[in-house]
């Protein structure tokens, strides 16, 4: 399996709180990526790193900003949490020049705001 | 806008039966993965599909890509009840103005497999 570690794999906060949100990986792969899953809408990108202190925006960014100060770090920062963020918090990594190789996923994180 | 969908979203079948899953997307693209999810897990690569024409094969699993068409079905023979889970197909995006490797993903097809 990959190495990829979410932390917290938890959380419950209140609204208007500001919540981070780590990735951590062991594979030294270039790219990372922050999605979000919602019943109904599958995953949805937030932001993605192709570097360190490389980011950009994703599908649904509103609400959200990315640091990448190491190769493996990503952390995902919800300056004032807001209900509709509550969601299941994906991390995936990947060399993604190597088209061949699928990008893989972390164990999620699940944020309750309340 | 680049939509991928995919039908049916769910489907119930019977130990022993076949079906397929579609997945359709709305613009040129020659990249796209099926993905497995059991509930509350991470999601697990099942196939990876290059090129038009790619047949891939893993088990009662088997994944084709029709670029043309676009679109790429997961063919599911004589179903077993492990197989109940949530499958995914996503397409790369780079076609369509995104960054190389960044995927738009189905909303998710959910199986339940009965004896």
């Known amino acids: ?114 | 806008e680049l939509k991928v969908e995919q039908n049916p979203l769910f489907l119930s079948m019977q130990e022993g039966k076949n079906y397929t899953i579609y997945c359709n997307y709305s613009t040129t693209s020659d990249r796209l993965y099926w993905y497995r999810q059991d509930p509350g897990k991470s999601l697990e690569s099942l196939f990876v599909l290059l090129s038009n024409g790619a047949v891939k094969q893993e088990g009662r699993l088997m994944a084709s890509l029709d670029t043309k068409a676009r679109l790429s079905t997961l063919h599911i023979t004589a179903a077993v009840h492990d197989l109940s889970a949530t499958y995914f197909c996503a397409v790369d995006s780079m076609n369509y103005g995104g960054s190389q490797g960044n995927l738009i993903f189905g909303k998710g097809t959910k199986l339940s497999v009965k004896p």
């Open chain 1, 1 to 114: 399996d990959a190495g990829i570690t979410q932390s917290p794999r938890h959380k419950v906060t209140e609204t208007g709180t500001p919540v981070t949100l780590r990735c951590h990986q062991t594979e030294n792969h270039r790219y990372m990526y922050w999605y979000r899953q919602d019943p109904g809408h599958g995953l949805r990108l937030i932001h993605y790193s192709y570097g360190v202190k490389d980011t950009d925006k994703g599908e649904v960014s509103d609400g959200y900003s990315v640091s990448r100060s190491k190769t493996e770090d990503f952390l995902l920062t919800l300056e004032s949490a807001t209900s509709s963020q509550t969601s299941v918090y994906f991390c995936a990594i990947s060399e993604a020049k190597q088209l061949n190789q699928p990008q893989h996923f972390g164990d999620g994180t699940r944020l309750s705001i309340l």
